[in-house]
């Protein structure tokens, strides 16, 4: 999985993951599903419009938080292993008009960009496992 995006990167990489491996979406799905993203600073979850169902906005209300809703976040491209059917799969993302993904035959060198994604969520998931191993940190 792979994304531009600056500040939203982490959380549209992660929420594409867990889409596959959490909700058992395929490669597609995953990345057509709804994002949002929260920075900390400013104190408000950014949502894509009509990605989200009114009741799951009135309820993120309801717990306090404030709630925007405003254009795309991401343009995500995933690859997915169908273990059960020995293939790949690929999720383009069409929010852009230009989104594509591509197989084993492809060769990329990964640019700066992929390689500031990764380490972002590398960070990420090292943060994630501080804070399950040794709460209260």
Do not use: C
């Amino acid at each position: 999985t792979g994304t531009p995006g600056g500040r939203t990167i982490i959380n549209t990489v992660l929420t594409t993951i867990l889409n596959v491996i959490d909700y058992g979406m395929n490669a597609q799905e995953a990345v057509d599903a709804g994002r949002m993203h929260h920075q900390w600073l400013p104190d408000r979850i950014n949502l894509e419009r009509f990605g989200f169902s009114a009741d799951t906005i009135k309820m993120l209300q309801a717990m306090g938080h404030t709630v925007n809703e405003g254009g795309n976040q991401g343009a995500a491209q995933v690859i997915v292993f169908n273990q059960k059917d020995n293939m790949l799969e690929g999720g383009v993302d069409r929010r852009p008009a230009d989104g594509g993904a591509a197989g084993p035959r492809a060769r990329r060198v990964a640019t700066t960009g992929m390689i500031v994604g990764l380490v972002e969520i590398a960070v990420l998931v090292v943060v994630v496992w501080a804070m399950v191993a040794k709460p209260g940190l």
